[in-house]
């Protein structure tokens, strides 16, 4: 759901003398959003890995610890998907 600029702001105004930071809020939800929406970025936990250069095992541990969003598939083996979004955000925010 797009809100108003203006409607974002009154918000966030009203929330500031409590400390909630209404727009980081507004921004995390709309990301979520966007990748709950995008089905086609979803990638293997072999094709994740090797995007990432990195091992399988790496790629599930990065899921357990929560910093790279996974879904389940509708089949009935479960496999493991990954967010292709969210793997390029945590990998860009790597320290080299």
């Keep these: 759901m797009d809100a108003p600029v ?4 009154s918000i966030a105004t009203l929330l500031k003398p409590y400390g909630i930071d209404f727009r980081e809020m507004w921004r995390r939800e ?3 959003q966007n990748d709950q ?4 970025e979803l990638m ?4 994740a890995a090797d995007f ?3 091992s399988v095992w ?3 541990r990065w899921c357990r610890k929560g910093v790279v969003s996974r879904k389940t598939s509708q ?3 479960g496999r ?3 967010s292709k979004r969210s793997l390029i955000k945590f990998l860009e925010n790597l320290p080299c």
């Design 75 to 77: 089949a009935r083996c």
């Design 58 to 60: 790496t790629v599930r």
């Design 30 to 32: 709309q990301s979520a």
């Design 44 to 47: 293997t936990l072999k094709a």
């Design 37 to 40: 929406a995008d089905p086609d």
């Design 6 to 9: 203006t409607v974002i702001e």
């Design 52 to 54: 990432a250069k990195v």
């Design 80 to 82: 493991i998907l990954i």
